[in-house]
């Protein structure tokens, strides 16, 4: 699926030099392909999404048949599919919390790990929330023994706001991503 940047810039923040874009608009495949990482156990033991997910998404991507699925993964916040030179690799979530937003980044193609791209589609995210959504505040849940985002949040400037069960939260507010950009 082509993307005229021009056309439908409200549903792109445009590709970079390394080919990483965001994408609002969710496609049938898209939807599939998001259920086949949500499955696999490497990918899911990193991520809060709750049990049954992927039969969810399924069942109503199968049953809807919609030109677009994506008022269904929007619903709760800003979804995006992250894309690698237009092909699905991973998915972005910004859900409002009050006058902050949870974000939400998953490389689901584990053949993408560790190559950088979490980290410019977070970049491209916070830039989004801080600068057009204008939301106060940017938190994360990070299970404790994902080492790699934990690592990556840290590094872009994020900070602990407190250990939960089995995750960590961790914040960034409007000061501290100016600090990060200058």
């Known amino acids: 699926m082509g993307y005229n940047l021009l056309k439908h810039n409200e549903e792109m923040i445009a590709m ?3 080919g990483i874009s965001l994408c609002r608009e969710v496609g049938f495949d898209d939807a599939m392909g998001i259920a086949d990482w949500l499955e696999d156990p490497e990918v899911r033991m990193h991520l809060n999404e709750l049990p049954g997910i992927s039969e969810t998404i399924r069942e109503k991507a199968l049953n809807c048949r919609l030109p677009s699925y994506t008022p269904l993964f929007s619903s709760r916040g800003r979804f995006f599919v992250i894309r690698l030179n237009g092909k699905a690799i991973g998915y972005a979530n910004l859900l409002q919390k009050g ?4 974000v939400v980044i ?3 193609r584990k053949d993408m790990w560790g ?7 977070l970049n491209r995210l916070l830039s989004h929330a801080f600068l057009e959504i204008r939301t106060d ?8 023994r994902n080492s790699r985002s934990l690592n990556l949040f840290k590094h872009i400037g994020f900070s602990e706001c407190g250990p939960g069960e089995d995750t960590v939260c961790l914040s960034m507010d409007f000061s501290g991503f100016m600090k990060k950009a200058a």
Request: hydrophobic share 35%.
């Open 115 to 121: 190559k950088g791209y979490g980290k410019n589609a």
């Open 16 to 18: 970079d030099a390394s």
């Open 99 to 102: 006058p902050a937003h949870e």
């Open 137 to 144: 505040k940017v938190l994360a849940k990070i299970k404790s």
């Open 106 to 108: 998953v490389i689901g």
